[in-house]
């Protein structure tokens, strides 16, 4: 199936695409938050740049989206149409790389633990996840 979309159109549409400050990644924030716990964010010092980091705690919390990181719930499973091997292969490329970083953030002692998006729409589920991993 060919794009529907120019060149330039699509483009313009993946530079829309953040990479932080998502809504996923603000409904973990405000969660963590209004459990009352305090993070650092984005450090450029760790692999994968971590959205959310509990220093004291030597925690970290990854907010993955479901496509990007080809997450096993419905909207991770989708395949584009489109441009298919090409999109195959980033989703692989993606999941790959953050097996390395989780493996480095483990090896220098911290804890990891990955949020996906599809998690975050139930916010009940969402607080008890952080706290338990938190506490």
Known sequence: MADNLTEKQRS???SAV??????????????????????????RNLPGKPDLVFVSRRKIVFVHGCFWHAHECERGRRTP??????WQSKRERN???DKEQQRSLRTAEWKVLVIWECWTRDLTGLRKRLKDFLD
């Open 81 to 86: 149409a489109s441009n298919t091997n090409y």
């Open 18 to 43: 953040r990479g932080w400050d998502t809504t996923p990644e603000m409904r973990v924030r405000q969660a963590a938050h209004s459990l009352g716990y305090r993070y650092s964010l984005h450090r």
């Open 95 to 97: 999941k790959e790389r």
């Open 12 to 14: 313009a549409c993946m």
